[in-house]
C-alpha cells in the first residue's frame, strides 16, 4: 500500500475513535448511576461501576450490549441511550459489520 493510502487508513482510525470518546462523552458519562446500575445488572456485569466507567468507550458499549430485556428489567439494549449512540456511531462512518461486533 502507498504511504498516502496508510496516512489516510490512520487518519480515519482516528476519526473513528473521536467517535467513539464522542458517544462516551454524549451519553454513557451523562446515564445517571442508578440507571447505569440497572444496565450493568442486566448485562451481568461483575465488576465495580467505578472500573467500568474507566473502560474504554466500545468496551463499554459491547458489556452494556449484552443485556437481555424482560419483564421489569431496565436494560441498555433498546433504550434511548443505546439507540442514539448507535446513530452517532454510523453517522459517524462506523460500519454495519463494526457496530454488529459490539452488540449492536
Do not use: W
Amino acid at each position: 500500500m502507498c504511504e498516502y493510502g496508510l496516512l489516510r487508513m490512520d487518519i480515519q482510525m482516528k476519526e473513528r475513535g473521536t467517535i467513539f470518546l464522542d458517544c462516551q462523552a454524549r451519553y454513557l458519562q451523562q446515564m445517571p448511576d442508578d440507571q447505569l446500575d440497572d444496565y450493568l445488572a442486566c448485562s451481568a456485569y461483575p465488576g465495580l461501576k467505578t472500573r467500568f466507567r474507566a473502560l474504554p468507550p466500545d468496551v463499554q458499549l459491547a458489556i452494556l450490549n449484552q443485556g437481555h430485556p424482560g419483564p421489569g428489567k431496565s436494560c441498555f439494549v433498546g433504550s434511548g441511550y443505546q439507540q442514539a449512540c448507535r446513530s452517532a456511531l454510523h453517522a459517524g462512518g462506523v460500519a454495519d459489520g463494526a457496530l454488529a461486533t459490539l452488540g449492536f
